[in-house]
Protein backbone atom coordinates (compact mmCIF):
# COMPACT_ATOMS: atom_id res chain seq x y z
CA UNK A 1 0.00 0.00 0.00
CA UNK A 2 1.17 3.72 -0.56
CA UNK A 3 1.94 5.99 1.90
CA UNK A 4 -0.57 8.54 1.95
CA UNK A 5 -0.14 12.01 -0.01
CA UNK A 6 -0.94 15.50 1.69
CA UNK A 7 -3.47 17.26 -0.09
CA UNK A 8 -3.87 20.47 1.59
CA UNK A 9 -1.36 22.11 4.40
CA UNK A 10 -1.68 25.43 6.44
CA UNK A 11 0.97 26.61 8.52
CA UNK A 12 0.10 27.24 12.05
CA UNK A 13 2.18 29.28 14.81
CA UNK A 14 5.38 28.25 16.20
CA UNK A 15 6.43 26.24 13.15
CA UNK A 16 4.26 23.77 12.82
CA UNK A 17 2.04 22.81 9.54
CA UNK A 18 -1.76 21.37 9.54
CA UNK A 19 -1.68 18.75 6.76
CA UNK A 20 -4.90 16.63 5.31
CA UNK A 21 -3.86 13.86 3.15
CA UNK A 22 -5.73 12.02 0.77
CA UNK A 23 -6.72 8.83 3.45
CA UNK A 24 -8.72 11.85 5.09
CA UNK A 25 -6.38 11.94 8.06
CA UNK A 26 -5.35 15.61 9.80
CA UNK A 27 -2.22 15.55 11.22
CA UNK A 28 -0.09 18.32 12.78
CA UNK A 29 3.73 18.65 11.66
CA UNK A 30 6.37 20.25 13.52
CA UNK A 31 8.86 22.08 11.12
CA UNK A 32 11.08 23.36 13.63
CA UNK A 33 13.94 20.70 13.90
CA UNK A 34 14.27 20.94 10.66
CA UNK A 35 14.77 24.80 10.67
CA UNK A 36 19.03 24.79 10.51
CA UNK A 37 21.48 25.51 7.81
CA UNK A 38 21.59 27.09 4.53
CA UNK A 39 18.82 25.56 3.02
CA UNK A 40 16.13 24.87 5.92
CA UNK A 41 16.83 28.03 7.58
CA UNK A 42 15.49 30.17 5.15
CA UNK A 43 11.93 28.42 6.65
CA UNK A 44 12.92 30.73 9.54
CA UNK A 45 11.53 33.70 8.25
CA UNK A 46 7.40 33.81 9.31
CA UNK A 47 6.40 35.16 5.81
CA UNK A 48 8.22 32.39 3.93
CA UNK A 49 7.60 29.39 6.25
CA UNK A 50 3.73 30.41 5.24
CA UNK A 51 3.95 29.88 1.55
CA UNK A 52 4.11 26.02 2.03
CA UNK A 53 2.19 24.83 -0.77
CA UNK A 54 1.48 20.88 -1.54
CA UNK A 55 2.82 19.59 -4.56
CA UNK A 56 0.48 16.07 -5.02
CA UNK A 57 3.21 14.11 -2.96
CA UNK A 58 4.53 16.58 0.17
CA UNK A 59 4.44 19.91 1.41
CA UNK A 60 7.32 22.19 -0.56
CA UNK A 61 8.21 25.99 -0.19
CA UNK A 62 8.87 28.42 -3.56
CA UNK A 63 12.85 27.72 -3.70
CA UNK A 64 12.61 23.76 -3.52
CA UNK A 65 12.80 22.85 0.69
CA UNK A 66 10.59 19.72 1.29
CA UNK A 67 9.89 17.48 3.71
CA UNK A 68 10.04 13.72 2.32
CA UNK A 69 6.56 12.29 1.90
CA UNK A 70 7.45 9.56 4.49
CA UNK A 71 8.93 10.83 6.86
CA UNK A 72 6.33 14.16 6.77
CA UNK A 73 3.26 11.49 7.63
CA UNK A 74 5.09 8.65 9.74
CA UNK A 75 6.67 11.88 11.70
CA UNK A 76 3.09 14.10 12.49
CA UNK A 77 0.84 13.60 15.23
CA UNK A 78 -3.02 12.73 14.27
CA UNK A 79 -5.32 15.47 15.13
CA UNK A 80 -8.91 14.80 16.13
Known amino acids: MLRP ?3 RVTPLNNYCLEII ?3 GEK ?3 DVKPYIRGEW ?3 LNNPDYFNSV ?3 GFTVVWPHGQDICPDE ?3 S ?3 LA
Do not use: C, H, M, P
Open 27 to 29: KQF
Open 5 to 7: TAI
Open 40 to 42: YGE
Open 53 to 55: NVD
Open 21 to 23: FDN
Open 72 to 74: LYD
Open 76 to 78: SVR
